[in-house]
């Protein structure tokens, strides 16, 4: 198997079941091959039955288009990086796609950056450029179609927008760097368990993505691909997943925050703020390129 995608679901308010439905499904199928393999695994999800219900709705069309595919169920919630890690150890591809349930992949998007992995034996792991404001690093670019309903006329103009990007931006260099965003991450299976996958100290969903980055940079060049484009968020915004847990994703920020000075250091993770919020809104990010072609 050349590639694995794995994503981790976990559903607890109902909004969140349409997205993954009308959105995340449809598309991973669009980039379907016999050469890939997808695994799916139920994080917890308190709405057990709807999740069920959702993954084997999908399960017969997705086993006829991908080599393999498994769905498996975790009894609790596992967090971020340790749902992940499960998924990952169920793995067979030498490389994998690391993918959130709230992406929208354009066509030929998952071949485009497994091919960049694979034509280049010095990067270990790529991110992709999206629209999403919340990933505060270069990878921002604010030009991206917003998603209004889950609508052919709203996809058709994802579609456009990241074929334009990637014909106009072909050439453009890979940007090297230390910041880069978990909601898609492509890298190879050795790089991922070399260092050991999510370090599972992080709870829930914040810096695990940064941990992890940082961990394979000490080996691999880590990249983000400009000339390719994947949406991320659903009618009501990115990372809805996290987001139905408020008050635990509040608790595993200050958690995480302590727990990454006493890794990496207090002057990291200052600078790691800065650097956030300076791409939040937009500076340093690829929009000035973007700006230029539009």
Not at 52 to 65: A, F, T, V
Not at 227 to 254: A, N, P, T, V
Request: charged share 25%; with cysteine; glycine share 8%.
């Amino acid at each position: 198997m050349k590639t694995s995608i794995i994503v981790s679901i976990y559903n607890k308010k109902t909004e969140v079941i349409p997205m993954i439905d009308k959105m995340f499904f449809p598309s991973l199928l669009n980039n379907a091959s016999k050469d890939k393999e997808v695994i799916i695994l139920d994080n917890g999800s308190p709405l057990k039955d709807e999740t069920k219900e959702l993954i084997h709705k999908y399960l017969p069309i997705l086993n006829s288009k991908f080599g393999r595919v498994v769905f498996s169920r975790a009894p609790v919630n596992l967090g971020f990086g340790g749902g992940y890690n499960l998924a990952s150890s169920l793995a067979k591809g030498k490389y994998i796609l690391l993918a959130s349930d709230d992406l929208y992949f354009p066509e030929k998007s998952i071949d485009s950056l497994i091919g960049l992995l694979e034509n280049h034996k010095n990067v270990g792991l790529i991110g992709p450029i999206t629209g999403w404001r919340d990933s505060s690093t270069f990878q921002y670019c604010k030009q991206g179609p917003e998603l209004k309903e889950y609508s052919k006329e709203n996809f058709k103009k994802i579609e456009e927008f990241a074929q334009k990007i990637r014909i106009a931006l072909k050439n453009q260099e890979f940007r090297k760097t230390k910041f880069i965003t978990g909601f898609c991450l492509a890298f190879k299976k050795e790089a991922f368990d070399n260092v050991g996958g999510f370090d599972e100290q992080f709870l829930f969903g914040h810096l695990e993505d940064t941990d992890l980055v940082k961990k394979i940079s000490k080996q691999y060049d880590c990249v983000i691909a400009p000339s390719d484009y994947i949406h991320h968020g659903g009618i009501e915004g990115g990372s809805l997943s996290i987001k139905q847990d408020f008050l635990k994703l509040k608790k595993s920020r200050i958690i995480n925050s302590w727990r990454y000075i006493k890794k990496w250091g207090l002057f990291d993770f200052l600078w790691l703020q800065i650097h956030s919020v300076y791409c939040y809104y937009g500076f340093g990010t690829i929009s000035s390129t973007v700006k230029k072609i539009i």
